[in-house]
């Protein structure tokens, strides 16, 4: 031990004696030692105060980069759904286009067209694009196709069911940004 802590222990044995041998002394000390202890118990509450705000502050800043995370996540994944739906037509164009030019001879400007129709289409499904598949005969559901028009259906099989499509339909992702238009059997 050092001579310091020596004496400093000897001077807390002192001051222990003299407060059991003087009353008055006694008295005076046990309210300083309170008046110690309430200073130390509102210094450990307001500690506690602080640690809970910062423990608040603290989660409430995770939430808002989690949530801003979030939300430029999703304006990635639809930034160009707005291009993307204004080329719609565009891929409608070509269709009809093919369609007419399988009808005529020459057989080079079809291959032409259709390898810029192929690759035109490859763009935007790398992009997310995918076509909704709908068929005649399938069944109608409101929240995926568009029923333009109800017409007799031919046979009984097709009551309730899809008899054409007269517009495809497409998602972005899992989002539809344009449902097909169907005609339905009534």
Known sequence: MSKKSKVEEMEGELNESQIAENPELNDETK??????????????????KEKDKFLRLFAEFENFKKRTSKERMDLFKTAGQE?????????DDFDRALKELSKSEDKEMFKGVELIN?????????????QIEVGEGDVFDAEVHDAITQIPAPNKK?????????????KLGERIIRHPKVVVGN
Do not use: C, H, W, Y
């Open 118 to 130: 192929n690759k035109f289409r490859e763009t935007l499904k790398a992009k997310g694009l995918e």
């Open 31 to 48: 309210a300083t030692l309170e008046e110690e202890q309430s200073v130390e118990d509102q210094l450990r509450e307001e500690l506690t």
């Open 83 to 91: 291009v993307i739906v204004s080329m719609l037509p565009i891929l």
């Open 158 to 170: 097709l009551k309730g069911k899809i008899i054409d499509v007269v517009e495809k339909g497409f």
